[in-house]
C-alpha cells in the first residue's frame, strides 16, 4: 500500500515508519526536518513539511494523491515558539480529513491520547479531543489508538525524563510519586498500526500492557536498566512541582520542548491510565520491553546529561549577558584596554559594538531557533577575542585573574552545548 506518515521522524513515528517499510508498503514520511531521518532511514520517500502550515484542504491535494493510509504520528505538548498545537494538532488534521474525503478515502490512523481528565480540558488533549471527533463523524475509515507511556529502545518527553530521573545521583527526587502509570512498548504501537493497515482492526482503541506501576517502581526499574545501583525514593511534595514547572512553560515559550512543563505534570497528577476499551491487543510490560533493548553507555551519558542541558544552555546565556553588561557599567575603563591602539572614539565604539555582541548572543541562545547559530556565533566570538587580545595584549594571558584562560572552559562548554542540543 501507499502510506503517509505525519510526524514520521518522531519517536513513535520513526519506529511506526520503520515497521510498515518493513512490511512491504510505500510508505512516504512527513516532517519539519528530513535531513537526517533521510540518512538514517532510505527506504522511505521523506517530505519536508510542517503541519501548522497546512490548514487548509487545498494544502493537502497533492500529498493525498493516490494514498491508501493516513497515519498521524504528529503532536505537540503546549504551544510556544516552536509549536501551535491548535494548527497542528486540530485545524490541520481537519483539513486533513476534508481533503481526504475528495480524494482516494485513505485509511486515517490516528495516534491520540486518553483525553478525559485532570488534564482534559488543556489545549493539548482538547485539541486531540476535536480532531478525533471530527475524524468518527468524517465518515473515512479510521484507527483512533490511544496509548498509554510508550517506552522503547530511545526515548523523548517523558520517557526521556524518566531515565533523566533515574540516573540521578544518590536519590530519586519525585513529584507524584505514587501516581499509577499504565506503558506499552513502542513496537506494540507500531504492530497496531501494521495491523491496522491489513484491515485488522479499525474504531476507537486503547492500548497499554495489563500492568500497572506506581511512578517510582517506573523510574526504579530504568535506574536497575541503566546499570545503576538502588536509590532512596524522595517524595517531593506537590507545591515545589509550581516552580519547575513554571521554568519549564518558560521555556516552551522560547521553543524548548521540556516533558516537566505544566501539561505533563497535571496529565502525571492523576497518573497515566487507560480504560482498554475494545482493545485485545497485546502490550508489553516496561520491565520485559526495557529488558529487550538492553541499556548502553550512550543511555548512561544520555540520562546523566538531560538535566544538565538547560543549565549549560541557561549558564552559557547568563555567562554571554554578564560579559557584556558588567563592561558596560564601566565603559570607559573598560575601553582604556584599547586605546594604545586606537583613537578614544574607536575605542569606545569598539567596547560598545563588542558588548552588544555578547549580549545578542545570551538572548539568542535562549531562543530554541537561534540556539545553534548562537552556539556557533559564541565560538567564533571567542576565537576572535582570543585572537586579538593574544596579538594586541599577549601579557593578558599571565593576568593573575585569568580573563583569556576564563575563556577556554566557556569555549568547552559551548561545544558541548553544541553537541547535546539536537532534540532527536
Same mark, same amino acid.
Given at each position: 500500500?501507499?502510506?503517509?506518515?505525519?510526524?514520521? =521522524?518522531?519517536?513513535? @513515528?520513526?519506529?511506526? *515508519?520503520?515497521?510498515?517499510?518493513?512490511?512491504?508498503?510505500?510508505?512516504?514520511?512527513?516532517?519539519?526536518? =528530513?535531513?537526517?531521518?533521510?540518512?538514517?532511514?532510505?527506504?522511505?520517500?521523506?517530505?519536508?513539511?510542517?503541519?501548522?502550515?497546512?490548514?487548509?484542504?487545498?494544502?493537502?491535494?497533492?500529498?493525498?494523491?493516490?494514498?491508501?493510509?493516513?497515519?498521524?504520528?504528529?503532536?505537540?505538548?503546549?504551544? @510556544?515558539?516552536?509549536?501551535?498545537?491548535?494548527? /497542528?494538532?486540530?485545524?490541520?488534521?481537519?483539513?486533513?480529513? $476534508?481533503?481526504?474525503? $475528495?480524494?482516494?478515502?485513505?485509511?486515517?490512523?490516528?495516534?491520540?491520547?486518553?483525553?478525559?481528565?485532570?488534564?482534559?480540558?488543556?489545549?493539548?488533549?482538547? /485539541?486531540?479531543?476535536?480532531? +478525533?471527533?471530527?475524524?468518527?463523524?468524517?465518515?473515512?475509515?479510521?484507527?483512533?489508538?490511544?496509548?498509554?507511556?510508550?517506552?522503547?529502545?530511545?526515548?523523548? @518527553?517523558?520517557?526521556?525524563?524518566?531515565?533523566?530521573?533515574?540516573?540521578?545521583?544518590?536519590?530519586?527526587?519525585?513529584?507524584?510519586?505514587?501516581?499509577?502509570?499504565? =506503558?506499552?512498548?513502542?513496537?506494540?504501537?507500531?504492530?497496531?498500526?501494521?495491523?491496522?493497515?491489513?484491515?485488522?482492526?479499525?474504531?476507537?482503541?486503547?492500548?497499554?500492557?495489563?500492568?500497572?506501576?506506581?511512578?517510582?517502581?517506573?523510574?526504579?526499574?530504568?535506574?536497575?536498566?541503566? @546499570?545503576?545501583?538502588?536509590?532512596?525514593?524522595?517524595?517531593?511534595?506537590?507545591?515545589?512541582?509550581?516552580?519547575?514547572?513554571?521554568?519549564?512553560?518558560?521555556?516552551?515559550?522560547?521553543?524548548?520542548?521540556?516533558?516537566?512543563?505544566? /501539561?505533563?505534570? =497535571?496529565?502525571?497528577?492523576?497518573?497515566?491510565?487507560?480504560?482498554?476499551?475494545?482493545?485485545?491487543?497485546?502490550?508489553?510490560?516496561?520491565? #520485559?520491553?526495557? *529488558?529487550?533493548?538492553?541499556?548502553?553507555?550512550? +543511555?548512561?551519558?544520555?540520562?546523566?546529561?538531560?538535566?544538565?542541558?538547560?543549565?549549560?544552555?541557561?549558564?552559557?546565556?547568563?555567562?554571554?549577558?554578564?560579559?557584556?553588561?558588567?563592561?558596560?557599567?564601566?565603559?570607559?575603563?573598560?575601553?582604556?584596554?584599547?586605546?594604545?591602539?586606537?583613537?578614544?572614539?574607536? #575605542?569606545?565604539?569598539?567596547?560598545?559594538?563588542?558588548?552588544?555582541?555578547?549580549?545578542?548572543?545570551?538572548?539568542?541562545?535562549?531562543?530554541?531557533?537561534?540556539?545553534?547559530?548562537?552556539?556557533?556565533?559564541?565560538?567564533?566570538?571567542?576565537?576572535?577575542?582570543?585572537?586579538?587580545?593574544?596579538?594586541?595584549?599577549?601579557?593578558?594571558?599571565?593576568?593573575?585573574?585569568?580573563?583569556?584562560?576564563?575563556?577556554?572552559?566557556?569555549?568547552?562548554?559551548?561545544?558541548?552545548?553544541?553537541?547535546?542540543?539536537?532534540?532527536?
Amino acid at each position: 500500500m501507499n502510506i503517509l506518515i505525519l510526524g514520521a =521522524t518522531g519517536f513513535i @513515528g520513526s519506529v511506526v *515508519a520503520a515497521r510498515l517499510a518493513a512490511d512491504g508498503h510505500a510508505v512516504t514520511g512527513l516532517g519539519r526536518n =528530513t535531513t537526517r531521518a533521510r540518512q538514517k532511514q532510505q527506504a522511505i520517500d521523506w517530505r519536508r513539511a510542517d503541519l501548522s502550515r497546512m490548514t487548509k484542504p487545498a494544502d493537502w491535494d497533492d500529498i493525498l494523491k493516490d494514498r491508501n493510509v493516513v497515519v498521524n504520528c504528529a503532536g505537540a505538548l503546549q504551544d @510556544g515558539l516552536s509549536d501551535d498545537l491548535s494548527a /497542528t494538532q486540530a485545524e490541520a488534521m481537519l483539513a486533513l480529513y $476534508s481533503a481526504a474525503k $475528495s480524494s482516494s478515502r485513505p485509511l486515517i490512523v490516528q495516534i491520540s491520547a486518553r483525553t478525559a481528565g485532570a488534564a482534559g480540558d488543556l489545549p493539548f488533549l482538547a /485539541t486531540k479531543r476535536r480532531a +478525533d471527533e471530527a475524524l468518527a463523524a468524517s465518515g473515512l475509515p479510521y484507527l483512533i489508538l490511544r496509548p498509554a507511556l510508550v517506552l522503547g529502545r530511545n526515548a523523548h @518527553g517523558g520517557s526521556a525524563l524518566l531515565r533523566a530521573l533515574a540516573a540521578f545521583p544518590l536519590v530519586l527526587p519525585l513529584v507524584h510519586a505514587e501516581s499509577p502509570v499504565e =506503558t506499552l512498548s513502542v513496537d506494540d504501537v507500531a504492530e497496531a498500526v501494521s495491523r491496522a493497515v491489513s484491515g485488522g482492526i479499525s474504531g476507537d482503541i486503547d492500548l497499554a500492557a495489563d500492568e500497572v506501576l506506581p511512578l517510582a517502581d517506573l523510574v526504579r526499574l530504568h535506574r536497575q536498566w541503566l @546499570g545503576l545501583p538502588p536509590a532512596r525514593v524522595f517524595a517531593l511534595p506537590n507545591w515545589l512541582a509550581g516552580p519547575v514547572t513554571w521554568l519549564a512553560d518558560l521555556s516552551g515559550l522560547l521553543g524548548w520542548r521540556s516533558p516537566l512543563r505544566s /501539561t505533563a505534570m =497535571t496529565v502525571m497528577s492523576e497518573g497515566v491510565r487507560s480504560s482498554k476499551k475494545g482493545s485485545g491487543l497485546a502490550a508489553t510490560p516496561a520491565a #520485559a520491553t526495557l *529488558a529487550a533493548n538492553p541499556s548502553g553507555v550512550q +543511555d548512561l551519558w544520555f540520562a546523566r546529561l538531560y538535566l544538565l542541558k538547560p543549565l549549560v544552555i541557561s549558564g552559557l546565556s547568563a555567562f554571554w549577558l554578564l560579559s557584556g553588561v558588567i563592561p558596560l557599567l564601566a565603559l570607559e575603563k573598560t575601553s582604556a584596554h584599547f586605546l594604545p591602539f586606537m583613537p578614544e572614539a574607536a #575605542a569606545t565604539v569598539l567596547t560598545l559594538a563588542t558588548c552588544l555582541i555578547d549580549i545578542a548572543l545570551g538572548v539568542a541562545v535562549l531562543l530554541r531557533p537561534l540556539a545553534k547559530g548562537a552556539l556557533l556565533g559564541m565560538l567564533a566570538v571567542s576565537f576572535a577575542y582570543l585572537a586579538g587580545a593574544s596579538l594586541l595584549e599577549p601579557a593578558l594571558w599571565l593576568d593573575p585573574l585569568g580573563p583569556l584562560v576564563k575563556v577556554l572552559p566557556s569555549i568547552l562548554l559551548t561545544f558541548t552545548a553544541l553537541a547535546i542540543l539536537d532534540e532527536r
